[in-house]
Each structure stands twice: as C-alpha cells, then as structure tokens.
C-alpha cells in the first residue's frame, strides 16, 4: 500500500532489441492492452518493474514496523483490534506485491534477500519514529492518503499481475485512511494536551509525507519512460498537488494548522506549498534517516530468528514426500 | 547465505454458493497443509470466501500466449457458432 515515487525507470535500451517486437509491444501499450508474464517485454520494462514493485513491496513489510509499535499500547481494545488488523494488512499487500514481481523471473527470496542486503530500497516515509498514539492516526490519515493517491492509477497500470494486486490493495486501504482520521477526530475533541498531541504529529509528518510523491517533475530524469509504458499515468508533482488539495480541507475540519506558513490558495482553489526540503530526503534515502538502522536491524533479525520455522517447514515437507514415495513403492 | 526458495502455489477462491473457484493470486508455502491456511490469511481476511483451492504452480500447463493467433484461429472463423448468425423472421419474436 506504501508505494514511493522513488522509483526511476531504466534507460530505454530498445536498440538492442528486437526492433519489430519493440515495436509491437508499445503499440499494445498504446492501445491500453495490458501485459501478462509470460509475453514479450523489453529487458528495460522488466526490469524497472521489477524494482518498482518489489520496493512497493518491501516498503509494505517494512510499514508494519513503525505501527507494530503502538500494538501492545492502543488506547482501547477497539483500537487495537483496528490496528493490528491494520498491520496484517500491509502483510498481505507485501505478499500479493512479492507475487506480482516474481511473475517478472526473480524469486522472492532473491527479492528480500536483496533488501535485507541493503541493496533494495523501501519507502523513505517508514524511516520516521512514532512518537505517541497520534502518530498512529496521522500515519493512517495521511501516509496511507497519500499511498492511496499513488495506488489508484496504479490500477490502471500496463503491467496486469500489478495492476491486479493494486486493485486488491486499494479495496483495503481505504479502512487504513477512515481509522487513522477517526483517531484523529477522537483527539481533537478531547483535551487540550490531546489535540497539541495531534498537532505535534501533524508537524512531524506533514513534510515527510509530501516527499512520499518523490523528487519535482523538473528533475525526476527517468519518468518519461515509465509515462511512455503506461507504468505511471500522473507525475509525482501533479499526485501531490491533489494530496494537498484533498488534505488541507481535512485538517481544517479537525482545527489543525497545516505546519506552512506559506501555504496559499490560488485562484483556481489549489492549495500552494511552499518548497520541499530535498536535502531531507535524499539523506534518509541514503540511510541517515532517524530510524534508518533500526527499520534494517528488526527486518534482518525477524529474518534470522524464522530460520528455523522455514528449515522446520521444509523438513517436515520433504520427509512426506519421501514417506508417500516409499508407500507407492510398496 | 541465500535464503532457501520454498514451493510456489496458485489460489482459487469460490466466493458464493453457486459461483465457480476462480484464481485470486499465488503464494509460498513448504506443503499443501500450510499453503491452505496461508491462503486463507492472506486472500480471504474479509470473508471474501466459502472454499479455497490451491494447485501447485508447477502443476500448471499453460497455453503460449505468443501462438494464441493459431491456437484460437479455429474458433475466430466459425461465427456461425454464434446465435446472431442465423436470421429469424420479426413476426416469430424473441427466441
């Protein structure tokens, strides 16, 4: 559920191909059509979706992290049947992710392996700490606002095994918004210390979030190609103008304050940002974000200590095999 | 050390009474038992289901979706297969 527009396409390398079927696969592009595993496909394509999906993907399993922290200290039962509902969730859309991207050739354990490794990256946003309870309602409000603006034409992509898991995902995701806003609400119509609560988180994650839809149009060099195979169908810019067009009305409802003072409406009612702090995000992209290690630490330690379930597993299913092997030859 | 690959397995769901299993996405799981109950978890947190079946991916033949001009060339010729083909006079009505 937690995509990034981190994702940059390769370079298009259709020269060395086939020119002919080049050809024929984006004039099956171009008439919508969508591509299915086992058709022709430019390496580049492959390639780039590849990355792209299992980022999604590890970004979803990451994501359970930062609000299987607050599990064990909900404020009330309801809330944390919610939320860990929540959380296996995002287990799901990063296993339905993993199946989309292996119909692409690489297996999954190749494609944790290289997160694990550091070699794959995951969603800048998860690198974030959750403070107090109210980071919960904003991550749901918000991070998953902002993963559902990216998602829905997701739904449309070229690629039909991730278009397909897209549309599963969004089906769920909209439960994640609803219970994040209404924890929101909840806060702000309690005490005063409730509703700073939720102004503070709303001032930690408010930027971070709008660095979700990645670098400006003007300098993100690869989306020409993803926009070319219908991978991507809006920019990152025009995805986050209609997140804050959507939000900012929101906020007012709950009576918090936007943390940009510069922020105004133009003339045709969208809400202007002021300018993005980039340097931010490209130094939690190269791993100096406040929870850069930590996020690594847990995920390769879950990692190491299911060893021994996976080995178990396996184990006990070749051992039947063997045992009805044996009873057939009898 | 690379972590192990453990066997791929395709999902069926039948969603109500009457309706077929149809495919809903694939899963990992080391036997048949298990893939079941990781199937249930994972495609069906919403009562999206009454049944699940689950097949083993490498069980799967699969039609080459670059022959399918030939493979399903004998049908696209025969629209006399199909009821509009045939006339029937206004004054019969619907049939």
């Not at chain 1, 999604?56 to 200290?73: D, F, Q, Y």
């Not at chain 1, 909900?74 to 799901?92: F, H, I």
């Not at chain 1, 989309?100 to 690198?127: H, Q, W």
Request: glycine letters at 6%; aromatic letters at 8%; a neutral charge.
């Amino acid at each position: 559920m937690y995509t990034q527009a981190l994702n940059t396409a390769e370079t298009d390398d259709r020269g060395l191909e086939d020119a002919g079927k080049a050809a024929q696969f984006q004039a099956r592009i171009d008439a919508e059509e969508r591509i299915e595993p086992n058709d022709w496909m430019p390496a580049a394509y492959r390639k780039t979706l590849t990355r792209q999906i299992s980022q999604h993907a590890h970004s979803e399993i990451v994501g359970m992290l930062p609000e299987g922290n607050w599990i064990t200290r909900a404020p009330t039962l309801r809330r944390k049947a919610a939320l860990l509902a929540k959380v296996q969730d995002e287990c799901g859309h990063g296993l339905y992710l993993y199946a989309a991207a292996e119909t692409l050739g690489s297996s999954r354990e190749e494609l944790v392996d290289a997160m694990l490794a550091g070699k794959a990256k995951y969603s800048s946003i998860f690198n974030y700490p959750t403070l107090t309870w109210a980071d919960i309602g904003t991550i749901g409000w918000l991070v998953d606002g902002a993963a559902i603006m990216n998602q829905i034409p997701l739904c449309r992509c070229s690629y039909g095994p991730y278009a397909r898991a897209m549309i599963r995902v969004c089906k769920e995701e909209s439960f994640h918004q609803r219970q994040g806003y209404e924890i929101m609400v909840t806060l702000c119509r309690g005490s005063d210390e409730q509703k700073a609560m939720a102004q503070d988180a709303l001032n930690r994650w408010w930027w971070p979030v709008l660095m979700m839809f990645g670098p400006p149009d003007a300098t993100s060099q690869h989306s020409d190609t993803s926009t070319k195979w219908k991978i991507k169908r809006f920019s990152n810019d025009e995805l986050r103008q209609k997140f804050v067009d959507a939000t900012v009305p929101q906020a007012q409802y709950l009576g918090l304050t936007i943390p940009d003072p510069g922020m105004t409406q133009d003339a045709a009612g969208h809400w202007r940002y002021s300018e993005i702090d980039w340097t931010e995000f490209k130094q939690v992209l190269a791993g100096n974000g406040p929870c850069n290690r930590d996020r690594m630490a847990a995920r390769r330690k879950a990692h190491d200590e299911g060893a021994w379930v996976r080995e178990a597993a396996a184990a006990y299913a070749a051992k039947r095999a063997q045992r009805q092997t044996a009873q057939a030859a009898e | 050390m690379a972590t192990p690959n453990t066997p791929l397995w395709e999902v069926f769901i039948r969603s109500r009474n009457g309706l077929a299993h149809k495919h809903v996405g694939s899963l990992h799981a080391s036997d048949a038992t298990m893939a079941l109950q990781a199937a249930r978890d994972i495609y069906t947190r919403r009562g999206e289901g009454l049944s699940i079946w689950i097949v083993p991916s490498a069980a799967i033949t699969a039609s080459d979706p670059a022959e399918k001009g030939m493979m399903f060339e004998p049908a696209e010729s025969k629209i006399y297969r199909h009821p509009t083909f045939y006339e029937v006079p206004e004054e019969v009505g619907h049939m």
